[in-house]
Each structure stands twice: as C-alpha cells, then as structure tokens.
C-alpha cells in the first residue's frame, strides 16, 4: 500500500514569514495528493489539492508543488498569519485514484507567533 | 445540509463491551469511509464503502466491523472494546468521482478503561 512521510513535524515561525511543508509517497500509480487543515478540537478540512498532470497550484496565499519523479508535494503558506496556526496533513491514495480511502502523512503542528 | 454527522462525540467504555459509533451523511456521496486519529500517527483509515452494500477493509480493521445498508449511513461496531482503541474516530464522504474532497465529521473521541 501507499506510504506517505511527511516533514516536519513541528514549525515555528514568525508572522508575516513563509512556511514550507514536504511529503513524501511511496507509489508512483498515485495521482492525487490532498493537504488538510486541522484546528485544535476539530475535524480536518481540505485547503488545497493537486492532481498529477500539473506542478503547481495557487490558491491565494497557499500553494502546493508536486514532483512525481522524486515521488514528493509540499505546502507553502505565504505571510503566514496566527489563524494559520493548526496542524497540517498531506495524503495520497494507494493504487492512483481515492475512491475514498487516503493514507496521511504523520501532521505537521504549525505554530504562527503574532 | 447537515454535512457528515456523527454520534456520540464523546463515549467511555470498559474493555470488553461492544458499541457502535454512529455515522449518517445528507449529500448523496457514494463513497464513506471511517478513520481513526492518534497522537503523532495522523489519520490511518479503518474501513471504507464504495457503495451501498459494499464495504473493505483499511489499514486498521482489526476490531471493527462495518456495514452499508443505505448510501446515507455507515455505521462502525466495535465488537470488544480494547484499551488500544481509544482514540478519535472521524467518519468521512466524498462523491463517487475518483479524487474528489473528502467531508469530515466532527469526529467522536472514544476512551476504552
């Protein structure tokens, strides 16, 4: 099955810095790589995805880039703000397509000091 | 729409009683699946559904049964509780489109004594 690393852990940083977050994946059939936002007590919440046809994609201040031949995505957050503050998971489907099932990196607890 | 709902949020059992977490979603996705999260491990998937009638195992099943009578409900049983579940428990559903967003519960936190 697929397995997803996922680096770092923590991450502090300064307001108003960029943040990066790398994973890594284990099956090269995998096509779509999700990033979850998840604040203390509550459930994740999709903030960006990508599929395997592009490199990058922008939302805003958030961006994700993948390379498929190096089998990693990362998460970058612009200006980071303190409401960014949250833990942070990557995840990737085994076998190419979701239907459902994702494996998550271990999270990464972003912490954004005003 | 309500969204993914789930029930109990919070339920404390003692080891060897059984219960089922509860999970019901009001937008027509085929697909569900059920998660567990534990500190440090991120989420790991337990069980999921294409569809009604049709249920696979995770990466974590041991321990736990599932069923699919309608698209709208998933309901996860846990047959003898162990102190190694306690844990929190997020029910999720996406479309039936490959690659679609997953929809979380608010999740149910589940302490085994």
């Known amino acids: 099955g697929e397995n997803v690393e996922q680096h770092p852990s923590t991450l502090s940083v300064q307001e108003g810095d960029s943040a990066v977050i790398k994973c890594t994946y284990s099956?090269?059939?995998?096509?779509?790589f999700p990033w979850y936002k998840q604040e203390l007590g509550k459930r994740p919440q999709l903030i960006i995805d990508?599929?395997?046809?592009?490199g990058e994609k922008k939302d805003q201040r958030i961006a994700v880039t993948l390379n498929k031949t190096a089998k990693h995505f990362s998460l970058h957050i612009t200006e980071t703000q303190p409401e960014d503050s949250a833990v942070y998971f990557c995840?990737?489907?085994?076998?190419?397509?979701?239907?459902?099932?994702?494996?998550f990196g271990q999270g990464t607890i972003l912490t954004v000091h005003p | 729409n309500a969204g993914v709902t789930q029930t109990p949020k919070f339920q404390v059992l003692k080891t060897g009683q059984s219960m089922t977490l509860q999970c019901a979603q009001d937008?027509?996705?085929?697909?569900m699946s059920w998660y567990r999260q534990d500190p440090g491990m991120g989420l790991r998937l337990i069980h999921y559904?294409?569809?009604?009638?049709?249920?696979d195992q995770g990466e974590v099943p041991n321990g736990y049964n599932v069923s699919r009578s309608t698209t709208e409900d998933f309901p996860l049983r846990l047959l003898s509780a162990a102190p190694s579940q306690t844990s929190v428990y997020f029910c999720?559903?996406?479309?039936?489109?490959?690659?679609?967003?997953?929809?979380f519960g608010p999740g149910t936190r589940l302490t085994v004594l």
């Open positions: 999720a559903s996406s479309y039936s489109s490959p690659d679609n967003e997953q929809f």
């Open positions: 559904s294409v569809g009604a009638g049709i249920t």
């Open positions: 990508i599929r395997s046809n592009v």
């Open positions: 937008m027509n996705h085929e697909y």
């Open positions: 099956d090269s059939a995998s096509n779509y």
């Open positions: 995840a990737a489907p085994a076998g190419g397509t979701s239907y459902g099932k994702l494996t």
